[in-house]
């Protein structure tokens, strides 16, 4: 987040380590309340992983959508960094808009953007660590050395691309996310690497720190690098030593980006306030309350009124909806992000570092801003209007969520429908509790209004292919599997059920396309091998049937063995 680059200019220092006090800077700031917060989340979702999805849902509300008005308020608030930034306020912005709208109009779009997201918003959380890091060691008044400075960064970037690489070297791809496709075994020697190169360099950058710092002086930076480690690192080792398996999208969008984005409302909080302490945005005092209210109406305003009249007024699925405006938000708040915090900027130095300097920072409003924030009664109207609106949409957003979670009934269904009929998981949900009751046929026609909404839906396509197989209807599930390796041709089940339907209606040598399509995309895997050689032996050739068994045999004890650890 921030560049740790020194401005041109020296002011005299304020003695404040601190940006508010040591105990909320540490656990919010520096990210100290990492663990007891993984733990707790750990906990609660062997209870129930639909209700921790649900409350961190809710929390985003409050907490994530605020940050991302944070960043906006920052940057198109006053008229000088509208101009200052106006390649990345503008022309960056309108880009974006395109590709937004586009996503919108072709299902293709949507991995490219979910993937650029995914990717980039771990690098975006450790940028901020190390921005932060980078500031307590200033402002308690000590310069880092090149060499320090170059030995804490290189440890932050060997932990991000460990992290990288569990996601572009990993076997369990997710559907909507295009993996660079990097070999598993070369991932894990390099993963193994970066985490060696990430606990040496910056143990050591520490440690010389210390030295010229004292340990107390130097708790901020300590606690960031705890924090780096367990938001990054320490994923990756209980992976190779458990086996425990951690979702980019769950874990990148879960507890990891709530801790994130209340702590950049921490400091840009305290950033804001310097600002108007300085005279720059033109108030009388800072009011916390104020501020936090804006980020709140902002923050609902850029997520989910767009999401909730797309779907209404062009049937779009409101989930696909919500997530595009979800990647796009956070690639234009990860673009902005990276320009406008620079220490090597004297005014955020000025701010961030406790500086003082005898500089005017006045800045004047646009005038749009400046009526609608005015006294003037229409104006007065026009601005409770909106929030009202905005709370309304607030609280109706989570409740047609509410609505359609695993234990909804059809009454709750019924109001999730009459609210959004535009929305997947209505269809989805009631299908599953139709089929449960034997309403095949039902659940049947709500699956296909789900992936008519959304065809690229894994769930919905999967589910309705399952009540074919299931019944025995080996044409009709071979149809609707046909169709659906359009949308999924790298989705290894897709084929590796094509396979077997192949099979049972008697055409062994399509089957034999099949598996080999799905053994190309997961090498690694040995359930290819044995449907492959039972799908040679149905053609009669029997020699490659005794390969792919003995593939099969060596992948099984490959997969015995593979893990040193």
């Keep these: 987040m921030v560049s740790p680059t020194a401005p041109s200019s020296v002011f005299p220092?304020?003695?404040?380590?601190?940006?508010?006090?040591?105990?909320?800077?540490?656990?919010?700031?520096?990210?100290?309340?990492?663990?007891?917060?993984?733990?707790?989340?750990?906990v609660a979702s062997n209870r129930s992983l639909m209700g921790v999805a649900f409350a961190f849902y809710v929390l985003g509300l409050f907490s994530n959508n605020p940050h991302y008005m944070a960043t906006i308020y920052r940057v198109y608030g006053t008229r000088e960094d509208f101009s200052k930034y106006r390649f990345f306020t503008l022309h960056v912005t309108v880009i974006l808009v395109a590709v937004g709208i586009v996503a919108h109009a072709s299902a293709l779009w949507f991995p490219i953007i979910w993937t650029i997201y995914l990717t980039w918003s771990p690098w975006h959380y450790t940028g901020q660590n190390y921005g932060l890091a980078v500031m307590f060691i200033r402002r308690n008044e000590t310069q880092p050395t090149p060499l320090e400075r170059r030995l804490l960064y290189g440890s932050y970037l060997a932990?991000?691309?460990?992290?990288?690489?569990?996601?572009?070297?990993?076997?369990?791809?997710?559907?909507?996310?295009l993996s660079l496709g990097i070999p598993v075994k070369l991932g894990f020697y390099l993963r193994i690497f970066f985490i060696s190169a990430f606990l040496g360099m910056g143990v050591h950058s520490l440690y010389l720190l210390s030295r010229r710092m004292g340990i107390r002086r130097l708790m901020g930076p300590i606690a960031l690098f705890s924090t780096q480690f367990l938001w990054f690192v320490a994923p990756t080792m209980l992976e190779f030593v458990f086996g425990m398996q951690f979702l980019p999208t769950s874990y990148s969008g879960g507890i990891l980006a709530f801790m994130h984005c209340t702590q950049y409302l921490w400091i840009t909080g305290y950033y804001a306030k310097k600002e108007t302490e300085s005279g720059l945005?033109?108030?009388?005092?800072?009011?916390?309350?104020?501020?936090?209210?804006?980020?709140?109406?902002?923050?609902?305003?850029?997520?989910?009124?767009?999401?909730?009249?797309?779907?209404?007024?062009?049937?779009?699925?409101?989930?696909?909806?919500?997530?595009?405006?979800?990647?796009?938000?956070?690639?234009h708040h990860f673009v902005l992000d990276g320009a406008i915090w620079k220490l090597r900027d004297g005014r955020i130095a000025q701010l961030l570092l406790g500086k003082k300097g005898s500089e005017s920072m006045f800045r004047t409003r646009f005038p749009a801003w400046n009526w609608l924030f005015g006294s003037r009664v229409l104006a007065r109207g026009v601005r409770w209007g909106c929030v009202a609106l905005l709370l309304g949409l607030g609280f109706l957003d989570p409740f047609q969520y509410y609505l359609t979670l695993d234990r909804a009934g059809e009454k709750h269904l019924a109001l999730a429908q009459a609210l959004n009929a535009s929305d997947t998981r209505v269809y989805i949900r009631r299908a599953m509790l139709e089929f449960k009751e034997g309403r095949v046929d039902e659940g049947r026609k709500d699956l296909e209004k789900a992936i008519t909404l959304n065809p690229r839906n894994l769930t919905a396509q999967q589910l309705l292919g399952l009540s074919f197989r299931g019944a025995g209807e080996t044409q009709q599930a071979l149809k609707h599997y046909q169709r659906m390796e359009e949308f999924f041709p790298k989705e290894v089940s897709v084929h590796m059920y094509l396979g077997d339907l192949f099979m049972k209606s008697g055409n062994p040598n399509e089957a034999i396309v099949e598996f080999e399509k799905a053994e190309q995309l997961d090498p690694h895997d040995p359930q290819p091998d044995v449907q492959l050689g039972q799908a040679y032996r149905a053609v009669g050739n029997y020699h490659r049937a005794m390969e792919h068994y003995e593939a099969y045999l060596k992948k099984q004890r490959e997969t015995t063995s593979e893990n040193p650890l």
């Design 13 to 42: 220092r304020e003695s404040r380590p601190w940006i508010q006090n040591p105990v909320v800077d540490l656990l919010v700031g520096c990210g100290a309340w990492s663990l007891p917060l993984f733990l707790l989340s750990y």
């Design 159 to 177: 932990s991000y691309l460990s992290w990288f690489l569990s996601m572009h070297a990993s076997r369990d791809v997710q559907p909507n996310i």
């Design 281 to 331: 945005r033109g108030a009388k005092e800072w009011n916390p309350w104020s501020y936090y209210g804006l980020m709140l109406m902002g923050g609902i305003a850029l997520f989910l009124p767009g999401p909730w009249i797309i779907s209404r007024l062009f049937h779009h699925d409101l989930v696909n909806s919500y997530l595009i405006f979800l990647a796009i938000v956070n690639i």
